[in-house]
């Protein structure tokens, strides 16, 4: 991981600060990836693009719209280290960055939508309980909600369409979504979600893992 300079951002209802670093480059090894296309690992690390202000509350995008000014990497300037760090949204947060109306674009709902399935399905595989306010209904009305915004216009688009309708039950609707996927750098991929979905298996699975070389 090659990491880039501090970026200050400052929240645009009460104008308290956050940092966050950026990341040139990452890398994959070590790296687990999943059916809705989630990756995680010890050595990947992808800066989130938004925050809830720890003052006020409001969830705002570390963009260029709210960025005030940067550190250079590894800089230890007395006035930076007084910054607190932006932390890791959590799912409520971005229900709530819906909820609030935070999103400006199509685009920018949409990967609010991505993250929380992608976000409750690791809590869910995990056992770990769902934050207060949020329940598997609100997961199921959110994928409806995704499915209808993600268009059909290339494989991947397909392909995510495809997790989406198999996690909801919708099988059949799986099925179909993966006969138009012709091509061949999908097919293990697809194959293992055409499995899961003739074994009416609705849970996000682990596709392959990305071995750390000994």
């Given amino acids: 991981m090659r990491l880039g300079p501090d970026y200050v951002y400052q929240c ?3 104008g ?9 480059s990452v890398y994959s090894f070590g790296c687990s990836f999943y059916s809705d296309q989630r990756m995680d690992g010890p050595m990947f690390y992808s800066p989130a693009p938004i925050c809830r202000c720890k003052k006020c509350n409001h969830i705002y995008w570390l963009d260029h719209r709210n960025q005030t000014g940067s550190y250079p990497v590894l800089s230890e300037a007395p006035e930076k280290e007084a910054i607190p760090r932006a932390e890791t949204p959590t799912l409520k947060d971005y229900f709530d960055a819906i ?3 935070a999103f400006h674009s199509k685009m920018e709902l949409t990967y609010l939508r991505k993250k929380i399935w992608q976000t409750g399905n690791r809590l869910l595989a995990s056992k770990t309980p769902l934050p207060s306010g949020c329940s598997r209904n609100d997961l199921l009305q959110n994928m409806q909600e995704l499915y209808l915004l993600v268009p059909d216009i290339n494989e991947n688009h397909k392909l995510m369409k495809a997790e989406l309708a198999r996690n909801m039950g919708d099988f059949e609707s799986c099925r179909e979504l993966l006969d138009y996927i012709i091509d061949r750098e999908y097919e293990e991929t697809t194959s293992r979600i055409l499995d899961e979905c003739f074994r009416e298996n609705t849970e996000t699975i682990l596709l392959w893992e990305d071995k750390i070389p000994c």
Wanted: glycine letters at 0%.
């Fill in 99 to 101: 909820h609030q109306k």
């Fill in 16 to 24: 308290e600060k956050v940092l966050q670093m950026d990341v040139q």
């Fill in 12 to 14: 645009p209802d009460c």
